[in-house]
Nanobody, 121 residues
Framework: QVQLVESGGGLVQPGGSLRLSCAAS????????MGWYRQAPGKQRELVAT???????NYADSLKGRFTISRDNAKNTVDLQMNSLKPEDTAVYYC???????????????WGQGTQVTVSS
């Protein structure tokens, strides 16, 4: 019913930048909070950043100042601008959105399939 599709991952050198994008589509009535999470090999999935429909943002403390989350409510998209990337930022990055589907009357979290970000020289 709802699909989240990420794009923009890849290989980047330390100190470089990448921009991830996520587009939500399907039977969407409304979207609440959208966000990005990441999972490195052998580690649990962790919060990167979230943004509400009103534009309020929340970041993992360790990422403040380097990563910026933004969204376009009209297009149902959320982006993550990542600057000054470090090897420890290497992970699969997942898009998340709290979506109310037409006709269901409740909000359900949806996840994208993930996009690989590798920071290496």
């Amino acid at each position: 019913q709802v699909q989240l599709v990420e794009s923009g991952g890849g290989l980047v050198q330390p100190g470089g930048s990448l921009r991830l994008s996520c587009a939500a589509s399907g039977s969407i009535y409304s979207i609440g909070t959208m966000g990005w999470y990441r999972q490195a090999p052998g580690k649990q999935r962790e919060l990167v950043a979230t943004i509400t429909g009103a534009g309020s943002t929340n970041y993992a403390d360790s990422l403040k100042g380097r990563f910026t989350i933004s969204r376009d409510n009209a297009k149902n998209t959320v982006d993550l601008q990542m600057n000054s990337l470090k090897p420890e930022d290497t992970a699969v990055y997942y898009c998340n959105a709290d979506v109310e589907v037409y006709g269901l009357g409740r909000i359900h979290p949806y996840w994208g399939q993930g996009t690989q970000v590798t920071v290496s020289s």
